[in-house]
Nanobody, 121 residues
Framework: QVQLVESGGGLVQPGGSLRLSCAAS????????MDWYRQAPGKQRELVAH???????NYADSVKGRFTISRDSAKNTVYLQMNSLKPEDTAVYFC???????????????WGQGTQVTVSS
């Protein structure tokens, strides 16, 4: 019933920018927090950015000052603005949400299928 759909990935040159979007669809009672993770080839999945229901944010040291996470509560959407991109930012980026759906009333974690970001000249 509930799905997370990412968009905005693609190929960009070093120093460029991309804006990722993640829309949570379905009957949702409440979203407690949303995150962006990424996984580079041969590496573990890592937390990139987090935003709470109260609007508090947190970032991985590697992206601090370059990436910004934000939300649009009316659209149940979270964004990741990525500036000054580096080749080491290349990864599949996954959206994650901690939310409660209306149908079953259970608080659960949901994952998107990921969107590829490639930073290369």
């Amino acid at each position: 019933q509930v799905q997370l759909v990412e968009s905005g990935g693609g190929l960009v040159q070093p120093g460029g920018s991309l804006r990722l979007s993640c829309a949570a669809s379905g009957s949702i009672f409440s979203i407690y927090g949303m995150d962006w993770y990424r996984q580079a080839p041969g590496k573990q999945r890592e937390l990139v950015a987090h935003i709470t229901s109260g609007g508090s944010t947190n970032y991985a040291d590697s992206v601090k000052g370059r990436f910004t996470i934000s939300r649009d509560s009316a659209k149940n959407t979270v964004y990741l603005q990525m500036n000054s991109l580096k080749p080491e930012d290349t990864a599949v980026y996954f959206c994650h949400a901690d939310l409660m759906a209306l149908r079953n009333g259970v608080r659960r974690h949901y994952w998107g299928q990921g969107t590829q970001v490639t930073v290369s000249s």
